[in-house]
């Protein structure tokens, strides 16, 4: 992988390792208001804008895309949406750095694995297992990653006992929705691999690597927002007078826009900077950018899960943390280094 690509993962990674920092500042808006504006800027507004400016045959691309191919991109990214609303859901009952784990797992390894097999031939290549090795020791990290979580949340518990409060919900739903958000969170980059026909329609038209993927990507990302603006717009029809909460004074809910807007651009800049880095790649793009997004992610959401107190008197815990996020590392490097063969 060349320099500019790992450069280009690793600005992904932490991107996708903060964006969920933004869910913490939805005060004093409602959490659909929130979700509504996170989706309109990060699925069609920076998306459109970036593709756009990109490359002046941005609608040239999608427009000759067979319909079908546009559908089951479009379909499998609101698929993706439920998995989206559910990480959001996820993260005030366990807490970012569990949602990170479970979500980044179950999405990495199936978001891989599931396109690397539908590629013809893959497994007879010399690649493949490099490609499975990196993504079991993934797997590892990431589980190491949810044990250092259970841990910490155990810490939290004793702690809270004692003040008479609870910081975290937790509890079996909490997991149940974030393991559910995790599988349907695979979704997402079987979407782009589905979508490598727009892709190819860009590459014939001599559209630029930095470029090319950006209406395919942009494609799958509008089925998300279909169903995740959809859902915010209902919950709104359906509960017309729950629109803030808390303090609803002008300064409090400038600060709560921009951060629905910040999340936003913060979600979908991962997407179009591992898209340039797929393009470079080839064939395996999909495959090997994906986990190794995902896998920084982590790292860097543990990281800020500690900066804002998460792992406070959890000591256990952190040190498990700290294992996983080398192993992920290790991960990363695996990914990496089978690209250069």
Not at 85 to 97: E, N, P, Q, T
Not at 117 to 143: D, K, P, R
Not at 185 to 201: C, H, M, Q, T, Y
Request: hydrophobic residues 55%; charged residues 10%; contains cysteine.
């Amino acid at each position: 992988m060349s320099t500019i690509g790992i450069i280009l993962l690793i600005l992904a990674g932490f991107s996708q390792g903060t964006f969920g920092l933004g869910m913490k500042h939805q005060a004093p808006l409602s959490w659909a208001k929130f979700w509504l504006i996170y989706s309109l800027f990060g699925m069609l507004i920076i998306p459109l804008i970036w593709g756009m400016i990109s490359t002046d045959y941005f609608w040239s691309i999608i427009s000759s895309t067979p319909k079908s191919v546009l559908f089951n991109a479009m379909g499998l990214g609101f698929l993706w949406g439920i998995g989206g609303i559910l990480f959001g859901k996820s993260v005030k009952y366990v807490g970012v750095s569990i949602t990170n784990g479970v979500v980044m797992g179950l999405a990495g390894g199936l978001g891989a694995i599931i396109p690397l097999l539908s590629i013809e031939g893959s497994v007879h290549q010399s690649s493949f297992i490099w490609v499975v090795a990196g993504v079991i020791l993934m797997l590892v990290g990431v589980f190491f990653s949810a044990y250092a979580g259970f841990l910490r949340e155990k810490t939290n518990k004793k702690i809270d006992k004692k003040k008479g409060e609870q910081v975290l919900k937790g509890g079996t739903i909490g997991f149940v929705i974030v393991i559910v958000s995790g599988i349907l969170s695979s979704l997402l980059n079987v979407g782009f691999e589905a979508a490598n026909p727009i892709v190819d329609i860009a590459n014939n038209m001599g559209v630029s690597a930095s470029a090319a993927g950006l209406p395919a990507r942009s494609v799958v990302v509008f089925g998300g927002f279909l169903m995740n603006a959809g859902y915010a717009v209902l919950l709104m029809i359906m509960n017309p007078k729950k629109t803030e909460t808390v303090d609803v004074s002008e300064n409090n809910n400038k600060k709560a826009y921009m951060w629905a807007g910040l999340t936003g651009f913060l979600w979908f800049l991962p997407l179009g900077l591992s898209g340039i880095v797929a393009v470079m790649i080839g064939q395996l793009g999909n495959t090997i950018t994906w986990p190794i997004m995902l896998s920084l992610s982590l790292v860097f959401g543990n990281i800020w899960g500690y900066t804002t107190g998460e792992w406070k008197g959890a000591k256990k815990a952190f040190a498990w943390m700290i294992v996983s996020s080398l192993v992920l590392v290790i991960a990363c490097l695996v990914l990496s280094f089978k690209d250069v063969l």
